[in-house]
């Protein structure tokens, strides 16, 4: 199977109806926001969200999340040890950092489309039995931002059961909490894949086709207290194929070429010879 054959380039505008789309750990779990109280939702929960799609269609993923987990690993150094390569080899026993890399490429979809870093432990008594590869992949995602400041509404609960009991035998604090949600908001988020860098991975122009079947449908069966089912949806993906490998436009020029207002509502710049496929939400 060949490489990827021409760059491509990509958005997707998403709208968020009262939901936390990515909340904070270190801010009470409330909606991201920059200074500027512009909406964010990091890279790594988007990436995320493309590996679980991925899963739903039975693509084999190695980073996977405790809550939507296919297999019996219980952290990724254990899914890497016990991962067999396609002629039937453990992936383990391959000393050779390129042969491991070329493998694991091989076997695991995320790892081959946004690289990976194995970084593990080897055993205290075998000295160099230890892993540590640095994998680049040609798929890459930007954190997405809401095109106006959002509005954050919080909102006091209280849980029906204590977690903890009390001596005294009345409810702990642990009873009271605080859920966070936006009201209305329309983010953008950009993306690009490198054929240079799929060449070394193995990406594929079929992989390429797989992640754009799955972006229409990110936050399909994602549903949380957070995110309820329909509070987050994909308005549009739009897909610039180029006619080359290097491409007839920098990313930020084809990024730039586009423009979203806060209804989701899209224009373009023209871009002689690159016109975007338009591809509407699920």
């Not at 009470?28 to 590996?51: M, Q």
């Not at 269609?57 to 999340?65: K, L, P, T």
């Not at 000393?95 to 890399?101: C, L, M």
């Not at 990024?255 to 209804?263: A, Y």
Request: charged share 30%; net charge neutral; aromatic share 8%.
């Amino acid at each position: 199977m060949t490489t990827l054959s021409k760059k491509i380039d990509f958005a997707i505008v998403f709208k968020v109806e009262n939901a936390n789309p990515n909340g904070d750990p270190l801010g009470g779990n409330r909606p991201r926001t920059d200074f500027a109280d512009i909406g964010e939702v990091t890279d790594v929960c988007l990436k995320r969200k493309i590996r679980n799609r991925l899963l739903d269609n039975g693509e084999f993923i190695f980073v996977q999340s405790d809550d939507y987990k296919k297999d019996d690993a219980t952290s990724l150094k254990d899914r890497a040890d016990k991962a067999k390569t396609k002629s039937g080899q453990d992936l383990k026993s391959i000393k050779d950092d390129r042969e491991y890399a070329q493998n694991a490429c091989e076997l695991w979809f995320d790892v081959r489309a946004f690289g990976q870093i194995f970084a593990f432990k080897g055993n205290k008594e075998k000295s160099g039995s230890g892993v540590s590869i640095g994998i680049r992949g040609p798929v890459s995602i930007q954190s997405a931002f809401s095109k106006e400041s959002v509005d954050i509404v919080s909102t006091q609960i209280t849980k029906s059961v204590n977690s903890e009991s009390t001596e005294t035998g009345k409810k702990s604090s642990d009873t009271m909490g605080t859920k966070h949600r936006i009201k209305h908001a329309v983010y953008v988020t950009y993306g690009a894949m490198n054929p240079q860098l799929a060449e070394k991975t193995g990406f594929s122009d079929n992989d390429a086709q797989k992640i754009k079947l799955v972006l229409p449908k990110l936050f399909e069966n994602d549903e949380s207290a957070a995110r309820p089912a329909g509070s987050i949806e994909v308005l549009k993906v739009i897909w610039w194929q180029h006619n080359s490998k290097l491409g007839q436009y920098s990313s930020a020029k084809v990024h730039k070429s586009l423009e979203v207002n806060n209804d989701g509502e899209i224009k373009f710049s023209e871009l002689e010879g690159l016109s975007p496929e338009i591809i509407e939400g699920y």
